[in-house]
């Protein structure tokens, strides 16, 4: 996507991280989904998309489950990593839908030349890396 008539981009392309807190809206960690909060971020990316900037979106999932906090109440600490693995997903699942909703273009996959976003769904979930979280990937 080019940059809108005469406007110029310091930067063209942006990677953003989205924590799992922000699709929870007022409720916080563990507070779950807030669709209406998810609703109005779409309406930010389809913005920024708008102007020319090709977004990279990770996507995080406090808002359901931290495999740390998880493992710090007794639970393996891989398998409570595993669950927050599947955490990011759900939640990159429903910007998916908000996304395609609202039409913007994207891939669910990295190489994203000619699209608007692309959203990576579960950053660490598909190289099968507990132990690290959406941060460090």
Known sequence: MAPASGAHLAYPRAL?????????????????????????LGDELKRVAGVGVQLGLVVGGGNILR????????????????????ATVINALALQDILEKKVIDHPSCPGFDGWAVTLWKGSKAPVGKPLLQTATI
């Open 67 to 86: 495999g740390t906090a998880a493992s710090e109440q007794g639970m393996d600490r891989v398998s409570a990593d595993y669950m927050g693995m599947l």
């Open 16 to 40: 953003l991280k989205l924590s799992g807190e922000a699709f929870a809206g007022d409720r916080g960690a563990g507070g779950g989904i807030d669709f209406g909060v998810i609703d109005h």
